[in-house]
């Protein structure tokens, strides 16, 4: 009986038995073929059982593998078989957390040179995930589906995906694609008709080697369930936008330094924008079934976006984060956020109120501000509260995986602001 039987889960056969997996490993070793790492293979086997339940044995070849590479390592940081390896052997190092479960040092990229590119690499990105997410749903009605297999969706509820993940879709393929794959004027009438399958298909055709190599090996999910891949590709989604509001914020910060503010203003609503976009990733995330959830998260546990560095970033890019938050596991669960922060962080709330110190603010373009932040508040305050929501009826009374006690934690958050009246600030921030 494995371990997972005896606390009662019941562990699918693997696609390719984990002995195949590794003598197939051992002839890679052995051969002098270095960039042709068997990645499908051992994407294959993990989804098929989980990573949760990879065989000792592989795991100890893998780690063998690492270690090699590490002794060949390049100067300009590790390869991507090196970070590949890292994000299948997270639970081996018991290194596990939010960014190894999402895999997003497989998916991350360059800083961009500036806010439009960081727009575009966003855009292609979430166009990428969700693609490739419609094409992994879809395959489960056909006589070929792809693993994690288990509790498959019924059609309707495939097709009520694909119609969800067409409406984040649609804005960013009206910017990033070329004319003509969205019919603009359509999507301008009525939004989020756009045929799923066909958009996805366009999109995985022009993606390169590399893309297609990104996106396989960043789905390594812990358990065997369907929807898993949806958690995942839901996650990753929203991670990709949080780097462009950040980079965007960072910008805007510059930009008040520097007295142009009618351009903070426009980023600041650009964020606001690209965050009210991406909404429906939730309504595409309340498809997932709570059972299928509550079994996989028995082997998150310690994961949790609460470790998300790039919402805290974004977070902390609009005011300086009060004491008490700053102390509590909102900061510390993400240690690099929290030293940027106390290292005296600028913020684009204490620049722009520098400014109105510093009488160098014409009233109107306070006012450009002061509409952005609003809009950029009100569309934050909609994240929470339908997070929240969601976690209500994903988790219940549950705690969380973030060592937090759950939905209580969350109802808390509801009450803070990213621009805080001043009065309010320097009560929290002491
Ligand atoms: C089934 C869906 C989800 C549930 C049940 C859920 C639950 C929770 C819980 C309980 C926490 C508190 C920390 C903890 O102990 O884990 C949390 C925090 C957080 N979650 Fe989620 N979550 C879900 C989906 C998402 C998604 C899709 C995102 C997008 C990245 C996300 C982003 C966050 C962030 C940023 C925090 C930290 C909030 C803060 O510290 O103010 N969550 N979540």
Known sequence: MTSAESAGTTIPSAATPAADVVEELRAWVGSDRPAEFPYALVLGHLRSVGKHFLDAGLLRLLDEIRGRLSEAEKP???SFLHRFLDVVLDKYDDRYDYPSYTALSLLSRPAAADWREALRARDEAVLLLLADLIRFEGLSATDTPDAPLYMPPSPELVAKRARLAVRVMEPAALRALPPGVVD??????????TPGGPLAAEILRTAGPHQALV??????????????????RTLQSFETTFTFMSSAL????????????????????????????????????ATMRAEAFQTFREFTEGASAIQSAGYKTFESLCSTPSRARLASFAYTSVPQVHACVTNGRATVQDT????????????????????????LE?????????????????????????????VPYLAAVLDNRLFPAPDRHSALVG
Do not use: C, N
């Open 76 to 78: 300009d940081g590790p």
């Open 184 to 193: 603009a004027a359509a999507v301008a009438v009525v939004p989020g008709r």
């Open 215 to 232: 996106l396989s090996a960043s789905v390594q999910p812990v358990y065997v369930l369907h929807d898993e891949y949806l958690f995942l």
């Open 250 to 285: 960072a910008t805007a910060v510059r930009r008040l330094d520097g007295d142009r503010p009618r351009e903070a203003a426009d980023l600041v609503g650009a964020v606001a924008d690209i965050l009210k976009e991406s909404l429906p990733l939730f309504s595409l995330l």
């Open 352 to 375: 722009w109120h520098g400014l109105i110190a510093a009488h160098r603010l014409k009233p109107a373009d306070d006012a450009a501000l002061r509409a952005a932040a609003d809009r």
């Open 378 to 406: 009100s569309v934050h305050q909609r994240w929470k509260q339908t997070h929240y929501r969601l976690a209500v009826r994903m988790i219940g009374e549950r705690s969380g995986t973030g060592y937090t006690q759950g």
